[in-house]
């Protein structure tokens, strides 16, 4: 079956601006997490959706948001966007807690760079 | 929201195997342990998982202590291809539980043909 598909791979920005990133899950897999990847701080969590519903978050501000539609697809957006907001954003899909012992299938990620 | 270490660095001959350590000494009763990998531009592919009995698979095998709070990831093999960043993370399975998923800085295993 088809994996995760994050869309675009690659994108530019500036500063100020703001960014929409888009997350398909694996059919059949109703939740999805998001993750920031930079090399100074890792692999950080984001937020996760099931159901339309955030379902918890990381340590974030407000400026990194996310939706989820009722076919389980995903975005989050980034607004005024700064310089450090720069890396990598992975999607990653699972089943939803008491269905399975959650796996993540990540996708490719959006490259995100901000001048 | 459980935390894992692992060692920053590790080496190894092809063709030989493997002993990935994680230390997870906070993990709770109903944490699962999991295992992935990132290869360079990809992003994370999981490996294996475990509860409390030793677990293999097409991949790796996960050896899991008696008292939970530390795991090993096994590679048999090590092959060129196995050179990557391997993460250890806990993930709560209860049935309302939306875990914080915490990601450490992982283990960069660097395989010497």
């Known amino acids: 079956k088809a994996g995760v598909t994050q869309t675009p791979r690659y994108l530019i920005k500036t500063r100020g601006q703001q960014v929409t990133l888009s997350c398909s899950p694996i059919s059949g897999h109703r939740s999805v997490s998001w993750y920031q990847q930079t090399p100074g701080q890792g692999l950080q969590f984001l937020f996760e959706?099931?159901?339309?519903?955030?379902?918890n978050k990381g340590n974030f501000p407000g400026r990194f948001s996310g939706r989820q539609f009722s076919n389980s697809r995903s975005e989050m957006n980034v607004s005024t966007l700064e310089l450090g907001d720069s890396a990598l954003y992975l999607c990653?899909?699972?089943?939803?807690?008491?269905?399975?012992?959650?796996?993540?299938?990540f996708g490719e990620g959006s490259r995100l760079t901000v001048l | 929201d459980a935390k894992t270490t692992q060692p920053n660095s590790m080496e190894s001959n092809e063709e030989e195997p493997v002993h990935l350590p994680c230390n997870h000494s906070t993990i709770s009763g109903t944490d699962y342990i999991h295992w992935y990998r990132q290869l360079p531009s990809q992003g994370p592919e999981y490996v294996i998982h475990g509860l409390t009995s030793n677990v293999n698979n097409r991949m790796a095998s996960l050896a899991i202590a008696e008292d939970r709070k530390s795991s090993t990831l096994i590679l048999h093999r090590a092959t060129l291809r196995d050179a990557a960043v391997y993460y250890c993370?806990?993930?709560?399975?209860?049935?309302?539980?939306?875990?914080?998923?915490?990601f450490g800085p992982g283990t960069s295993l660097s395989v010497i043909p």
């Open positions: 993370i806990l993930r709560a399975l209860m049935k309302t539980s939306y875990d914080k998923v915490i």
């Open positions: 959706y099931f159901s339309e519903t955030q379902r």
């Open positions: 990653a899909s699972s089943q939803p807690p008491g269905t399975g012992t959650r796996e993540l299938f």
